[in-house]
């Protein structure tokens, strides 16, 4: 691996997701935060948006052959009750972007910029910054602020981990992960990963539900630690 | 007026039945100038022959996910207007009309549901990737009506453990796990059959493609 190539940035995402979260994706399935990395990953990846436009057009598809139902109201009466009534204002509020160099449904997220952000640490060589307030059980929604270098412990995942890399680099059992990859990892997967030593490594994870760790460091690290 | 779009509900049982006697090819172009239509002046007409081929799918699509009747017909109505009324942002050029009307359906559902917005790509990132590879112009489809037909066929010729995954993926909106659960199949299997499916549809757009 070429490392000017990484530093400058010229290497095309090569990890991407799976068709079934991307289906998920399209078809409203997804929890907020899943759907949030799933942007992210979008925006940097024309590949992946093709496929997502191929999910909808399939969808779209289901949608004509549906059997319709039952309506209530013609098309005339719906435009005249229309005209009558104020348009219904539909709440344009979006939060404002806290950091320009992410993709903005993550940049949305963040209160400035990512570098200075109030991270905690949690462990050796690893800091966090929480982006929701719900119980680890719901799953978790978290930045990760890896020094170059470290290693995290062993783990599995008991149902489904996205994690969206946004600077730097790591690198586990199934390949080289670099800014923009996505990886997209089920319960079957057991992995060490490795940060890169060029840089520190920010990455964004969502989970289903909490990391499952098969060390006893890991395990007494479970409560803190994704990827 | 009312009686006929009651009758067309009770008739069409679906796209295959014996109202579809347009060509799906002409019946899709029709839809997308339609929109097209609409967002360019406005055109009653056109939303007239929009309403009364999507607004009872989308009620069905919405009672599909879970909601009554009465919230359905409410929701339904809620999402023909924004058609109505945001007709200029529709690009046929991009999406068949029955894509664009799903993702309005499904993005007001969300919202309706959950009380927020679905989070997308915002098209005016500053850094939004464009740059595009080899590999996703193989993956790139043509949009127009032809493609829709051959993808409408494709749907239609998979397997039918497939079309099953897929359309309870559609109808029920939930996830691949949750699909798995409620067929009681391995969640690998679930996976496999929509990896196939996409695959199917993918590899069956592209083959016809070199022959025309």
């Known amino acids: 691996m070429n490392i000017s190539e990484q530093t400058i940035g010229i290497d095309p995402v090569s990890h991407h997701l799976n068709d079934e979260t991307l289906l998920d994706y399209a078809c409203g399935a997804l929890p907020v935060a899943m759907e949030t990395l799933v942007a992210c990953h979008l925006t940097v990846c024309p590949h992946c948006r093709e496929r997502n436009q191929?999910?909808?057009?399939?969808?779209?598809?289901?949608?004509?052959?549906?059997?319709?139902?039952?309506?209530?109201?013609?098309?005339?009466?719906?435009?005249?009750?229309?005209?009558?009534?104020?348009?219904?204002?539909?709440?344009?509020?979006?939060?404002?972007v806290g950091d320009k160099s992410v993709p903005r449904p993550l940049g949305r997220l963040l209160p400035g910029p990512i570098e200075s952000l109030e991270w905690r640490a949690v462990a050796p060589g690893i800091k966090q910054f929480a982006l929701n307030n719900q119980p680890r059980q719901a799953g978790a929604f978290k930045l990760l602020r890896l020094e170059p270098g470290i290693t995290l412990s062993q783990h599995t995942h008991n149902e489904r981990e996205l994690t969206y890399v946004v600077r730097g680099s790591y690198r586990d059992e199934i390949g080289h992960f670099k800014a923009g990859d996505i990886a997209d990892l089920d319960g079957h997967v057991e992995h060490k990963p490795i940060v890169g030593d060029e840089e520190v490594c920010i990455a964004l994870i969502a989970t289903d539900a909490p990391v499952k760790y098969t060390t006893m460091l890991g395990k007494i690290m479970q409560p803190f630690v994704g990827i | 007026m009312m009686e006929a779009i009651r009758n067309l509900a009770q008739d069409t049982t679906s796209a295959s039945s014996a109202k579809a006697v347009v060509d799906p090819a002409t019946q899709k172009a029709q839809m997308r100038q339609h929109l097209v239509a609409i967002g360019a002046n406005r055109d009653e007409e056109a939303f007239v022959s929009v309403y009364e081929y999507f607004a009872g799918r989308v009620k069905s699509f919405l009672i599909g996910k879970g909601m009554n009747e009465d919230s359905a017909e409410e929701l339904m109505q809620e999402i023909m207007l924004i058609i109505w009324r945001r007709a200029e942002s529709y690009d046929p050029a991009k999406a068949a009309a029955s894509t664009w009307i799903f993702t309005i359906a499904r993005n007001r559902h969300i919202d309706f549901i959950r009380g927020n917005k679905r989070i997308e790509v915002e098209l005016d990132d500053e850094i939004l990737e464009l740059e595009t590879t080899e590999r996703d112009v193989q993956e790139k489809h043509v949009n127009d009506e032809q493609a829709a037909v051959r993808l409408a066929r494709a749907l239609d010729r998979l397997p039918q453990e497939q079309r099953q995954v897929m359309h309870l993926s559609y109808f029920r909106g939930q996830s691949h796990g949750a699909i798995a659960q409620w067929l009681d199949l391995p969640i690998g299997t679930v996976k496999s059959r929509i990896r196939l499916a996409m695959q199917a549809v993918r590899t069956q757009l592209v083959a016809e493609d070199f022959e025309h």
Do not use: F, Y
């Open chain 1, 54 to 96: 191929l999910a909808d057009n399939v969808n779209g598809q289901m949608l004509a052959d549906q059997k319709p139902a039952t309506i209530k109201l013609s098309a005339a009466e719906l435009l005249s009750q229309a005209r009558s009534k104020p348009a219904i204002s539909v709440s344009k509020k979006t939060n404002a």
